[in-house]
């Protein structure tokens, strides 16, 4: 009964209107109301009775469509049927306005615990952790690294480094650009005395196996550093085996570390360091979410061998740094 109460509440005097309306129009229809009321112009056989009819049939409608469109029970399985297509998987997977439902959700989440700040979290993780911008990822990004002395100045050494690592596209078919950059700082003297031997080599590129051209390399040369940037083009393959050899030569005194900054999101991660055995090395992670697993040291003759391993996602910006001893 109570249901009943509540859901005739909400008829309005307009609601009302409209039904009896209805009615009196499909009565005067059914009946001979209009035949004795206008004889010289409606007779037994005339359409206007239907037309009558069919009117108010429609004020009928109206007014019970009002009626259910104003109860609550109608506006929450509304709401609710409505909220289910809207963040339904098919739905979304349609929009093209993704990343701004996104932020707005996630700004939304900050600003319960964190209005002040809530915009900021939202445009770092929205822009620069979220690969919106990104058409690829890359698995088993594998770098080594052979650190040897200069043979004829002892304050460069020269690093030899291979990187090995799949790179995943989201899409076979459309181009996409591996990009690597490598940084050097400049020693503060060039002499003929004490040249300068800064140097940056890239030695070969291997993609699924056959070796190709060498990209052009861009060179930016800024007071107290030398900056390489240079992209693999990659079309047709659901994935790319890339193999990446590089030499550098190196003052020592000026780039005492090798730092790994993920400029794309990386699955799993293995650094392996080959040095002098009377050399240390200090290992750090960069903003990573979990720690990097080292293995135990191997010696042969005057060489070590060090690596670590990092088994989940780095995010970019994220990564590591070696810091020789």
């Known amino acids: 009964m109570k249901r009943v109460k509540k859901f005739f509440k909400f008829f309005t005097s307009t609601v009302f209107i409209s039904l009896a309306i209805g009615i009196i129009l499909i009565i005067i229809g059914t009946s001979d109301f209009l035949v004795y009321l206008l004889p010289n112009l409606v007779s037994n056989t005339s359409p206007v009775h239907a037309i009558v009819r069919t009117i108010g049939a429609a004020f009928i409608g109206s007014g019970v469509f009002t009626a259910i469109i104003k109860s609550s029970e109608y506006s929450e399985i509304f709401s609710n049927v ?85 790179v995943k596209p989201i899409n076979a078919n459309e181009k996409i650009f591996y990009g690597f950059m490598s940084s050097i700082d400049l020693p503060e003297s060039n002499t003929d005395e004490n040249p300068d031997l800064t140097s940056f080599k890239l030695s070969s590129i291997v993609v699924n196996g056959i070796d190709v051209e060498i990209p052009a390399l861009k060179t930016i040369q800024t007071p107290g550093q030398l900056t390489h940037e240079a992209a693999i083009p990659l079309q047709h393959e659901s994935e790319y085996s890339l193999v990446i050899k590089r030499e550098k030569i190196l003052s020592k005194r000026k780039n005492p570390d090798k730092r790994i900054f993920a400029p794309f999101i990386i699955k799993d991660v293995k650094a392996t360091v080959i040095l002098d055995v009377g050399m240390n090395l200090d290992f750090h992670k960069m903003g990573t979410i979990h720690e990097f697993k080292k293995s135990e040291e191997h010696i042969n003759g005057g060489v070590k061998v060090v690596s670590w391993t990092y088994h989940g996602l780095i995010l970019p910006a994220q990564g590591f740094i070696i810091i020789f001893k």
Do not use: A
Request: charged fraction near 25%; include cysteine; glycine fraction near 2%.
């Open 82 to 166: 409505i909220g289910e297509i809207i963040w339904s998987k098919k739905y979304l997977e349609k929009r093209t306005d993704k990343k701004e439902i996104w932020s707005m959700i996630s700004r939304l989440t900050y600003d319960e615990k964190f209005p002040l700040i809530s915009e900021q979290i939202e445009d770092i993780i929205t822009n620069h952790y979220f690969p919106v911008k990104h058409n690829y990822y890359v698995e088993n990004y594998d770098l080594c690294l052979n650190v040897i002395n200069h043979p004829s100045n002892t304050d460069y050494w020269i690093h030899e480094e291979v990187i090995s690592c799949i």
